[in-house]
């Protein structure tokens, strides 16, 4: 089992930034991905990046490319997004995935709201 908790959402006027943050732990020797999703009010979850546990490797959606930086710190098993030039389509619940041998967990989502 891997648990996961995010932190950092917020509510911040267009133009801003936000940084969210994801903490795993338990059964996390096998972790080789994480993700960052994100789901609005009454829109299905969608992707936003994602990033290789070894070789730092990043996915973006195109929405976010050029705007959004994840990253992690193997040390904490943590993983970063960085939102930077925020807008309020980017308004949603984003959640964190982290992908293991053997299956993937959610975080329990985090609040941003981007007001114009």
């Known amino acids: 089992q891997v648990q996961l908790v995010e932190s950092g959402g917020g509510l911040v006027q267009a133009g801003g930034s936000l940084r969210l943050s994801c903490a795993a732990s338990?059964?996390?020797?096998?972790?080789?991905?994480m993700d960052w999703f994100r789901q609005a009010p009454g829109k299905e979850r969608k992707f936003v990046a994602a990033i290789t546990w070894s070789g730092g490797i990043a996915y973006y959606a195109d929405s976010v490319k050029g705007r959004f930086t994840i990253s992690r710190d193997n040390a904490k098993n943590t993983v970063y997004l960085q939102m930077n030039s925020l807008k309020p389509e980017d308004t949603a619940v984003y959640y964190c995935?982290?992908?293991?041998?053997?299956?993937?967990?959610w975080g329990q989502g985090t609040q941003v709201t981007v007001s114009s």
């Open positions: 338990g059964s996390t020797s096998g972790l080789y991905r």
């Open positions: 995935q982290a992908t293991v041998t053997g299956g993937t967990y």
